[in-house]
């Protein structure tokens, strides 16, 4: 089976989980809300939070044509990650000369994934935690790690606040509603994975999906016996 037709098939498997991942997600939200309400902060994070504070800091100070050249730069790099990851050729990159925008070409239709990625995966974060997770294996934990990590979960956040408004096409195509089920729980994910990384490394990743998974399914049936016991 040519690359061409295996794409055609991811693509096509990747639609039909759209509309459940997108319930999925927003049954997700109050877990990842009681989550935020739950997590025990230690002086671990005290670096994180101080971290993220200097991104906000750095905000102000840099100009804003370099800051919009990284966010162009960073959005176009990931739409070109998922298209990669969902075996799509990809032909081009572009940024505008102004800083305006830019855009990738790849061959084959696509999916909703590679269009909707740039507005929840943290890029530079994710690069980030590989990069901490390759340092340790060679050198012992510094509290300057921690701060690393959350002045680029700020940056995530300052960039997708950024992006989200309605002049961008890639909200439209993948419809509004399906934005507004999907990405505030994608969001909050990302973010908290971020701070479970900074205090457990990936195995703390892995058991704070799992956990939500978990947590999602109970708030589930919690919501289903109260309604059963109200009627």
């Given at each position: ?8 098939l991811?693509?096509?498997f990747?639609?039909l ?13 109050p ?54 990851l ?20 790849f ?16 890029l ?11 340092y340790?294996?060679?050198a ?12 680029f ?51 703390g ?5 799992s ?21």
């Open positions: 089976m040519g690359c061409c037709s295996m794409n055609k991811i693509d096509r990747i639609e989980f759209k509309w459940p991942l997108a319930v999925y997600m927003l049954l997700s939200l877990a990842c809300i009681q989550f935020i309400r739950a997590y025990r902060y230690s002086g671990a994070d005290v670096f994180l939070l101080a971290g993220f504070i200097f991104f906000f800091f750095c905000r102000t100070m840099m100009d804003s044509n370099m800051k919009q050249s990284m966010e162009v730069v960073a959005h176009e790099l990931t739409h070109t990650i998922f298209a990669m969902t075996l799509h050729k990809v032909k081009s990159i572009r940024v505008n000369p102004d800083d305006s925008g830019g855009a990738m070409a061959e084959g239709k696509g999916n909703w994934l590679i269009t909707i990625a740039p507005y929840f995966f943290p530079f974060g994710v690069i980030v935690m590989l990069g901490i997770t390759v340790l294996r060679v012992p934990a510094t509290n300057l790690l921690g701060g690393i990590l959350g002045f979960i700020g940056y995530h956040l300052d960039t997708v606040a950024s992006q989200i408004h309605d002049k961008q096409t890639d909200l439209t195509d993948v419809s509004y509603k399906f934005c507004v089920m999907f990405l505030p729980a994608a969001n909050l994910m990302a973010i908290e994975s971020m701070l479970v990384f900074n205090r457990w490394g990936w195995k990743v892995w058991h704070y999906f956990s939500m998974h978990d947590k999602t399914i109970y708030n589930l049936h919690y919501a289903y016996n109260f309604i059963l016991s109200v009627f």
